[in-house]
């Protein structure tokens, strides 16, 4: 590696860092790109409610960012950051173990002369008693994987269950009814009706698995139109899910959720899904950030530090035309990093950045109700009107967004290849993940 070439570090490979660090390996090659991520593998986040149900299989699914990196030309260093010097422009990583506790890789400095954070965000617990004892966050791989192991175990001793307790059910609290909650609620039905004809034959999902998603907002998607929350809850409640809105909890047990009330909603399993925040490392760097940690980026997108950058759910940036922040979507990171791509290139280039000032452009928002249903908002580029859609179309236009993200990073002919592989493997395996 060419000692001189000036390096972009961007940390975390999700959906802004990954689409970034592969369009900016394709033009300036691995001596100029680095990207780290603590996970070895990349799973597109807006669809781990689907690994959580098993409808999407990991081990299929992940995309080897070793393999991304000797595609698309950037170097990729395996490990997490856990500190910046940012007088040196060191990074810090932690020491990479097996599991077996063997050190795979020692502790490690890393260079930059130009940082991009793209580490994302993790679920908020509002310092809710219980909450992260009781509650599983789908915040990564590993927690979703989790809750699918555990669903799958809750499923085998509901059908026990209710052999000797006539009338038992298996109960699911969600908290927060959001796009991840929605989506989830959604899954997790269609996953459990499937997982009764693998072998858990005694177990009725429609009377025997309750599902209850509680929102604090008076009413679900509160972030979107109220046309989309009152479709997505009318979908939500004809197929049986109890949707119960301006309900806050304030505890959750081992097997219940409490709201303020003191009402108790039983939960043998329990997703909390009600708010982000970025990770509190990020609030000790001496750098500006808001309440949830987020780093406060100009429209520029660049930090408090002109030799860093922020993008995605771990950055605070505004809307241009209005002084409120841009909502933690996958839209904002994907358009973020093809905003940065000039404004890195003019840094490798040792030039200095024109001031760009970058423009959110809202295309309007998709939410999946099920394997065959959505329902969304598209907002018409030009006219600026919005338009409302639902159904099969809803629901293939939301799968387009996943196969958007997977061509920004592997180009159009093995992202079509891996659509068309991955279809026919999924006739050759059961829908729902069972081990
Ligand atoms: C279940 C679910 C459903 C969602 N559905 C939608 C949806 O339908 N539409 C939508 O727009 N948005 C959706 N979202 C939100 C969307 O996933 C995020 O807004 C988006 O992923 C943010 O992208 P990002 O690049 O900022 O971070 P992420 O995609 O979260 O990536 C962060 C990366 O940083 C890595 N990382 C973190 N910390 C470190 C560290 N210390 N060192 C090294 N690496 C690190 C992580 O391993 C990860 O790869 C959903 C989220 C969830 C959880």
């Given at each position: 590696m060419n000692e001189q070439a000036h390096k972009v570090v961007i940390v975390g490979g999700g959906a802004g860092g990954l689409e970034l660090a592969a369009k900016l390996g394709r033009k300036h090659g691995p001596a100029h790109v680095l990207l780290v991520d603590k996970d070895g593998g990349h799973i597109w986040k807006p669809s781990l409610h689907e690994v959580a149900a098993g409808t999407l299989d990991i081990h299929r699914e992940s995309l080897s960012y070793f393999m991304l990196a000797k595609d698309c030309g950037f170097t990729f260093i395996y490990g997490e950051v856990q500190a910046i010097d940012r007088e040196a422009r060191l990074l810090s990583l932690k020491p990479v173990f097996s599991d077996t506790q063997d050190e795979v890789f020692p502790a490690r400095s890393i260079a930059y002369d130009t940082l991009v954070m793209a580490v994302g965000s993790k679920s908020n617990?509002?310092?809710?008693?219980g909450a992260a004892e009781f509650a599983i966050a789908l915040d990564s791989t590993n927690e979703a994987e989790r809750f699918r192991l555990r669903l799958l175990h809750q499923l085998v001793l509901a059908s026990r269950r209710k052999a000797a307790q006539p009338g038992y059910k298996l109960n699911i609290g969600i908290v927060g009814g959001g796009a991840t909650g929605v989506e989830l609620a959604a899954e997790l039905l269609e996953a459990c009706a499937d997982a009764?004809?693998?072998?858990?034959?005694?177990?009725?999902p429609a009377s025997d698995i309750r599902i209850t998603l509680l929102e604090g907002s008076p009413r679900i998607l509160s972030a979107l139109p109220e046309k989309m929350s009152a479709a997505a809850q009318k979908l939500l409640e004809s197929r049986g899910v109890v949707v119960k809105t301006s309900v806050r909890v304030s505890s959750v047990e081992t097997d219940a959720l409490i709201d303020g009330e003191g009402n108790r909603y039983p939960a043998d399993l329990c997703v909390w899904a009600a708010g982000i925040e970025a990770?509190?490392?990020?609030?000790?760097?001496?750098l500006e950030v808001n309440r949830i940690n987020q780093l406060v980026v100009d429209s520029n997108l660049?930090?408090?530090?002109?030799a860093i950058y922020a993008l995605g759910d771990c950055a605070q940036a505004s809307w241009l035309s209005e002084d409120r922040p841009l909502p933690a979507r996958a839209q904002v990171a994907h358009q973020q990093a093809n905003f940065l791509m000039d404004t890195l290139s003019d840094r490798i280039n040792g030039r200095q950045p024109q001031d760009r000032a970058f423009h959110f452009r809202d295309y309007g928002s998709l939410v999946s109700v099920g394997h065959s249903k959505g329902v969304g908002n598209l907002m018409?580029?030009?006219?600026?009107k919005s338009w409302f859609v639902e159904g099969l179309l809803a629901r293939l236009m939301y799968m387009s967004l996943h196969l958007m993200h997977h061509w920004a990073v592997l180009g159009p002919v093995r992202t079509g290849t891996l659509a068309i592989g991955r279809l026919f493997m999924k006739r050759a395996a059961p829908r729902v993940k069972l081990h």
């Amino acid at each position: 590696m060419n000692e001189q070439a000036h390096k972009v570090v961007i940390v975390g490979g999700g959906a802004g860092g990954l689409e970034l660090a592969a369009k900016l390996g394709r033009k300036h090659g691995p001596a100029h790109v680095l990207l780290v991520d603590k996970d070895g593998g990349h799973i597109w986040k807006p669809s781990l409610h689907e690994v959580a149900a098993g409808t999407l299989d990991i081990h299929r699914e992940s995309l080897s960012y070793f393999m991304l990196a000797k595609d698309c030309g950037f170097t990729f260093i395996y490990g997490e950051v856990q500190a910046i010097d940012r007088e040196a422009r060191l990074l810090s990583l932690k020491p990479v173990f097996s599991d077996t506790q063997d050190e795979v890789f020692p502790a490690r400095s890393i260079a930059y002369d130009t940082l991009v954070m793209a580490v994302g965000s993790k679920s908020n617990f509002f310092g809710t008693p219980g909450a992260a004892e009781f509650a599983i966050a789908l915040d990564s791989t590993n927690e979703a994987e989790r809750f699918r192991l555990r669903l799958l175990h809750q499923l085998v001793l509901a059908s026990r269950r209710k052999a000797a307790q006539p009338g038992y059910k298996l109960n699911i609290g969600i908290v927060g009814g959001g796009a991840t909650g929605v989506e989830l609620a959604a899954e997790l039905l269609e996953a459990c009706a499937d997982a009764s004809f693998y072998g858990l034959n005694d177990l009725d999902p429609a009377s025997d698995i309750r599902i209850t998603l509680l929102e604090g907002s008076p009413r679900i998607l509160s972030a979107l139109p109220e046309k989309m929350s009152a479709a997505a809850q009318k979908l939500l409640e004809s197929r049986g899910v109890v949707v119960k809105t301006s309900v806050r909890v304030s505890s959750v047990e081992t097997d219940a959720l409490i709201d303020g009330e003191g009402n108790r909603y039983p939960a043998d399993l329990c997703v909390w899904a009600a708010g982000i925040e970025a990770p509190a490392w990020l609030s000790r760097l001496g750098l500006e950030v808001n309440r949830i940690n987020q780093l406060v980026v100009d429209s520029n997108l660049r930090s408090s530090d002109p030799a860093i950058y922020a993008l995605g759910d771990c950055a605070q940036a505004s809307w241009l035309s209005e002084d409120r922040p841009l909502p933690a979507r996958a839209q904002v990171a994907h358009q973020q990093a093809n905003f940065l791509m000039d404004t890195l290139s003019d840094r490798i280039n040792g030039r200095q950045p024109q001031d760009r000032a970058f423009h959110f452009r809202d295309y309007g928002s998709l939410v999946s109700v099920g394997h065959s249903k959505g329902v969304g908002n598209l907002m018409g580029v030009l006219s600026g009107k919005s338009w409302f859609v639902e159904g099969l179309l809803a629901r293939l236009m939301y799968m387009s967004l996943h196969l958007m993200h997977h061509w920004a990073v592997l180009g159009p002919v093995r992202t079509g290849t891996l659509a068309i592989g991955r279809l026919f493997m999924k006739r050759a395996a059961p829908r729902v993940k069972l081990h």
